[in-house]
């Protein structure tokens, strides 16, 4: 079993619409959980990090987050040709011990 | 910095030669990483340090591939005797030692082994 899962994709999307991205993980002690996302050609950027159950808002992207069920969720809405890209889901426990998923494409399509 | 750096951004070489790849984290970092991407596939991690020791070298695919990072700071990834399956994108990412600091990576070395 990966120690982080997400769906490969491709996840397709009309422009504007809500665009769901989920991920689990098996490591119960995980403390903080980050969405990175990667254009195509180019290195991940961090877009979004939580380390609470429930919901963090950051403009139109919400990052969703569930413990118990170990499930994390990035729901960006009013979705834009601009957000096409690879989405990738990061998982850990401490300091330095970070675990990646392999990552959902994402295409929007006007 | 004010990011990380890495050089080169490209590099081809032959089949059997020895390269060094360099990454410049950002200012204040203490923790640096090593990943390698193929085409249209996942992160692999390689190695990590915590200033200048690497307590995790696990992902380091070869005895082939070593790394090292001097004064806390720039770290060196070299690979002897290059296989074409070596080729790949090599990203460096930096991050505090605040616990819940995500990685700010750097652009990315691509490397081809011809």
């Known amino acids: 079993q990966k120690e982080v899962e997400q769906n490969s994709g491709p996840l397709s999307v009309p422009e504007g619409a809500i665009a769901s991205l989920n991920c689990t993980y098996s490591?119960?002690?995980?403390?903080?959980f980050f969405w990175y996302r990667q254009y195509s050609g180019k290195s991940p950027e961090l877009i979004m990090s939580?380390?609470?159950?429930g919901d963090k808002e950051d403009g139109r992207f919400t990052a969703q987050l569930n413990k118990a069920s170990q499930y994390v969720s990035l729901l960006i809405r009013d979705s834009q040709p601009s957000d096409s890209a690879t989405y990738l889901c990061?998982?850990?426990?401490?300091?330095?011990?970070?675990?990646f998923g392999a990552g959902t494409r994402l295409t929007v399509k006007p | 910095g004010a990011g990380v750096s890495q050089s080169p951004s490209n590099k081809v070489t032959e089949k059997g030669k020895d390269v060094e790849l360099r990454c410049d984290p950002i200012?204040?970092?203490?923790?640096l990483y090593w990943y390698r991407q193929s085409l249209g596939q996942g992160l692999e991690f390689l190695i990590y340090?915590?200033?200048?020791?690497?307590?995790?070298k696990s992902g380091l695919p070869s005895d082939r591939f070593s790394a090292e990072r001097t004064g806390g700071s720039v770290s060196t990834l070299t690979i002897q005797r290059t296989q074409q399956e070596d080729s790949a994108v090599y990203l460096c990412?930096?991050?505090?030692?605040?616990?819940?600091?995500?990685?700010?990576f750097g652009s990315g070395t691509r490397l081809t082994v011809v």
């Open positions: 490591d119960r002690g995980s403390q903080s």
């Open positions: 340090f915590q200033g200048n020791s690497a307590p995790d």
């Open positions: 990061a998982v850990s426990a401490g300091t330095d011990d970070m675990r």
């Open positions: 200012s204040g970092h203490t923790a």
């Open positions: 939580i380390y609470s159950n």
């Open positions: 990412a930096s991050s505090s030692t605040r616990q819940g600091s995500g990685y700010t």
